[in-house]
């Protein structure tokens, strides 16, 4: 009963970390200039993420390390560098954008302008950090995460052809635009492999105390909850190509993403829309400023934990601080919301190899996994997706650069 | 027992004696006279310590970096090898962390940043 519990709330948990501004945003981007086209883009990233969450639960339950400090420990220091400063800036941009989501969704609900609630969103962020323990953060996100099946309901209400949306999960190539479709693509598997999802999951790990006996119950709720979250993303692009692209719309900004609900639940949908992505962006900065928390305290052998005072870890409590100041700074720059969106989440894709390569030596390492070491299909799969993801990175992101 | 220095010191997590973490062995002092075979004298931690593991620019840009920001912390602070219990996932050393230097930064942080903010 304790282990359908747990795995409940695995699955509850990846919902609020996988729906979050990035998936939303690329998948909605997908929908209205591709129709279902970019399905698989999702389907690729999905798949990667579950075997790389999955690894990181297992690594952390085996070795009793966290993701951040078996590099350090197994690399060393100054190689241990070059993830952890990739990782940080790439943190420091996504928060921006998630920051940037929920400015806007509470600029839709009150009609005051976005830059202005950065300030006051990176602070309720923070103070939850300052006064709450992990399991608050953690759980509460999850479940107030929920609303976002809505769009799950959106899609199912407009009647897709489910036979199309079913073929167009295998890759094909682009009937037009193929710079623009390729820079899609690469967006939505930055989007789905979210690198600091994997520092925050093994670091719930370690402070939960797993152990072997966890491995099998891991691999369960990394399996559904991710692959949850992955449809969640699906219902969002289809969402977009049937309200989209009849209309002719072409996403330029990001308040047209929020009419996306309106044509299918009136004004009800409006304030779902605003409710979803709000809370998505608000539970997606929390992860966020913890994993570049745990990242460098864990990396430089620090106190850590989200469940002890602030003054007991202060290092830690600062660095969380510091990358919640930085997002909001970004924000109230006044940069384009949508546009860092896009290129961090392309940006990510192409640093994954920086963080998933070592991640994958430890994995096939007996010295921290033991007789728990991967197989080769989980290393296959993630060397092809990643390797996929690096490749269509360095080729479309420059293009989209000079093009725009 | 045999141990790879690099392998299974260098970069491992540091605890004192109540198990609280001090920090990672971020350098191996060693001793060696003509007529006796090299020792192990002290594990460094430290800014400075970390700094001269870098390539030379960066290097001497964090080095400089250390001292700006922490004069008192220019040198790297030094444990006795004799003084470490067990080797394994983390290095435990028989110190009392709590008033030991290699808290240093972590109780300046708290005392002039973190402590300041109410709810702390």
């Known amino acids: ?404 | 027992m045999e141990i790879a220095l690099v392998r299974d010191l260098l970069d491992k997590q540091l605890v004192d004696r109540n198990g609280e973490p001090l920090g990672r062995v971020d350098g191996i002092v060693m001793s060696y006279r003509a007529d006796a075979p090299p020792r192990i004298t002290h594990v460094e931690l430290g800014a400075q310590t970390l700094a001269r593991r870098l390539p030379g620019p960066f290097r001497r840009t964090v080095a400089w970096l250390g001292r700006r920001l922490s004069p008192r912390a220019s040198e790297p602070y030094r444990i006795e090898a004799d003084r470490i219990v067990h080797l394994g996932r983390v290095v435990k050393i028989d110190i009392d962390g709590t008033r030991s230097a290699a808290r240093e930064t972590e109780r300046w942080v708290r005392d002039h940043i973190i402590a300041r903010i109410p709810g702390s």
Request: hydrophobic content about 60%; proline content about 4%.
């Open chain 1, 1 to 404: 009963m304790k282990k359908l519990l747990e795995i409940t709330l695995g699955i509850v948990t990846s919902i609020g970390g996988f729906l979050e501004v990035g998936s939303l945003a690329t998948s909605a981007q997908a929908g209205a200039a591709f129709g279902f086209q970019l399905i698989w883009a999702i389907v690729l990233g999905t798949v990667c993420l579950i075997f790389l969450v999955e690894m990181s639960g297992r690594l952390a339950a085996v070795s009793k390390q966290t993701l951040a400090g078996a590099m350090r420990d197994r690399f060393g220091y100054p190689f241990f560098l070059v993830p952890l400063v990739a990782m940080s800036v790439l943190a420091l941009l996504v928060m921006a954008s998630e920051l940037g989501g929920l400015c806007l969704a509470l600029q839709l609900v009150t009609g005051i302008s976005f830059p202005w609630w950065a300030p006051v969103g990176a602070f309720a962020a923070w103070l939850l950090l300052w006064k709450g323990t992990f399991s608050v953060v953690e759980k509460g996100a999850s479940l107030l995460g929920l609303v976002t099946i809505v769009f799950v309901i959106a899609a199912f209400k407009l009647h897709p052809d489910w036979g199309r949306a079913a073929h167009a999960a295998l890759p094909s190539m682009p009937r037009h635009e193929p710079m623009r479709y390729w820079f899609i693509a690469v967006s939505i598997l930055g989007a789905s492999i979210a690198p600091y999802l994997l520092y925050f999951y093994s670091a719930g790990a370690v402070e939960d105390k797993w152990n072997e006996s966890d491995v099998p119950v891991n691999r369960v709720s990394a399996t559904l909850g991710m692959s949850f979250g992955g449809g969640l993303a699906i219902a969002v692009l289809i969402v977009a190509a049937l309200v989209f692209v009849p209309r002719g719309i072409r996403i330029e900004r990001f308040d047209q993403i929020a009419l996306m609900l309106t044509s299918v639940m009136g004004r009800w949908g409006f304030f779902l829309f605003a409710a979803a992505l709000g809370i998505a962006c608000f539970g997606a900065m929390l992860e966020i400023a913890l994993s570049v928390a745990y990242l460098v305290a864990q990396g430089f052998g620090w106190k850590w934990s989200e469940d002890a005072r602030p003054r007991d870890a202060a290092r830690f409590s600062l660095v969380y601080t510091v990358t919640l100041v930085g997002g909001a700074l970004i924000v109230m720059l006044g940069v384009d919301p949508l546009a860092i969106t896009l290129m961090s989440m392309a940006l990510t894709g192409a640093l994954l190899p920086i963080a998933i390569v070592p991640f994958l030596i430890l994995m096939n390492d007996s010295r921290y996994v033991g007789k728990y070491g991967n197989g080769w299909i989980s290393n296959a799969v993630v060397c092809a997706i990643v390797g996929l993801a690096f490749v269509l990175a360095v080729v479309s992101i420059p293009l989209e650069v000079m093009g725009s």
